[in-house]
């Protein structure tokens, strides 16, 4: 069975740089692409970005100047950074596998709170 | 970018009853579209892909329909488990969901 478990810091100060990790289970990593997507509370959900196996990357054009995905084929897991961070990036952070550009399993989630 | 506007935002149904959902793109997306079940504190779930193929799994009282830029969710018996916010999704054109219909008692 596919599991995707997101790790990382729940809060973090303003103009910091997220780094959030998620590691993936019952699947090879590789020929597959794989997402980030977050939630702010009350909102809707916002794609952020997402990775191939091989390291190909597209992002959200509206935040694509902050963010960058990263891959570890070796640890099965792939990673996020969100710089410059502000009140408006809290959220419930995501991620998740991309089945023919849908998304067929999810992580939990982790809330991600920037405050100082 | 392509924008998804989902309606209502909020639904007032009861069990048994046949709900429709309806979610509109700001531009053509042919039929790249999903629909997703999310229950409070939990991740989403998806119940269709391309506009209306039943993820395995997913009871058949679910289904999808439409193409285009129009595309509706119906519910043929509404069941206590169904009570949950339901989030379209294209991906036509990077990914952007709609703001998601309550669906509550």
């Known amino acids: 069975q596919v599991q995707l478990h997101e790790s990382g810091p729940g809060l973090v100060k303003p103009s910091e740089t997220l780094s959030l990790f998620c590691a993936v289970s019952g699947d090879f990593i590789y020929d597959k692409y794989w997402s980030w997507i977050r939630q702010p509370p009350g909102k809707r959900l916002e794609w952020i970005g997402h990775i191939y196996s091989s390291g190909t990357t597209a992002y959200n054009p509206s935040l694509k100047s902050r963010v960058t995905i990263s891959v570890d084929t070796s640890k099965n897991q792939f990673s996020l950074k969100v710089t410059s961070l502000t009140a408006a990036d809290t959220a419930v952070y995501y991620c998740a596998r991309e089945a023919d550009e849908y998304f067929d399993y999810w992580g939990q989630g982790t809330l991600v709170t920037v405050s100082s | 970018d392509v924008q998804m506007t989902q309606s209502p935002s909020t639904l007032s149904a009861s069990v048994g009853d046949r709900v429709t959902i309806t979610c509109r793109a700001s531009?053509?997306?042919?039929?790249?579209l999903a629909w997703y079940q999310q229950k409070p504190g939990k991740a989403p779930k998806v119940l269709i892909y391309?506009?209306?193929t039943l993820e395995t799994g997913v009871p058949s009282r679910f289904s999808g329909s439409g193409s285009g830029t129009e595309f509706t969710l119906t519910i043929s018996s509404l069941q206590p488990d169904d009570f949950a916010t339901y989030y379209c999704?294209?991906?036509?054109?990077?990914?952007?969901f709609g703001q998601g219909t309550k669906v509550e008692i």
């Open positions: 391309k506009a209306s």
């Open positions: 999704q294209q991906y036509y054109s990077f990914r952007t």
């Open positions: 531009q053509n997306i042919v039929g790249w």
